[in-house]
């Protein structure tokens, strides 16, 4: 499963930064997921209060915010954020097929709210 060996990172990162910041209990962690990552919500909460059993970390509440993907063209850098329900991989502006993804993969761990 994809979201588990996601969910360890991102326990691994909260927790090292619970430690360096003497925190107690995390309530929300809140992440940023590119459109075009296929990560389901519902497992990774599944996954995450699983691994986060016997924590600083346990119940913490997944909150994911996403990124739309966005795509530049090679041809004459005009960038267009992609509708993800129809995908685009020609340019809106030239026509040009060359081109290539900005963003829309990434995933971070944007914030968390701490006790
Ligand atoms: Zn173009």
């Given at each position: 499963m994809h979201e588990l060996g996601i969910m360890k990172n991102v326990l691994?990162?909260?927790?090292e930064h619970?430690?360096?910041?003497?925190?107690?209990?995390?309530?929300?962690?809140?992440?940023?997921?590119?459109?075009l990552s296929d990560i389901v919500p519902e497992f990774a909460q599944m996954f995450f209060d699983l691994l986060a059993k016997?924590?600083?970390?346990?119940?913490?509440?997944?909150?994911?915010?996403?990124?739309?993907?966005?795509?530049?063209c090679?041809?004459?850098?005009?960038?267009t954020e992609m509708d993800t329900t129809h995908l685009l991989f020609s340019c809106d502006k030239c026509g040009s097929k060359l081109i290539e993804l900005v963003s829309g993969r990434e995933f971070r761990v944007k914030s968390m709210e701490v006790e």
């Open positions: 691994e990162v909260v927790l619970s430690k360096a910041n003497d925190v107690k209990k995390i309530q929300a962690i809140n992440l940023s997921i590119g459109a016997d924590t600083v970390a346990e119940g913490a509440k997944i909150v994911i915010e996403k990124v739309p993907a966005k795509i530049r090679r041809s004459c850098g005009t960038e």
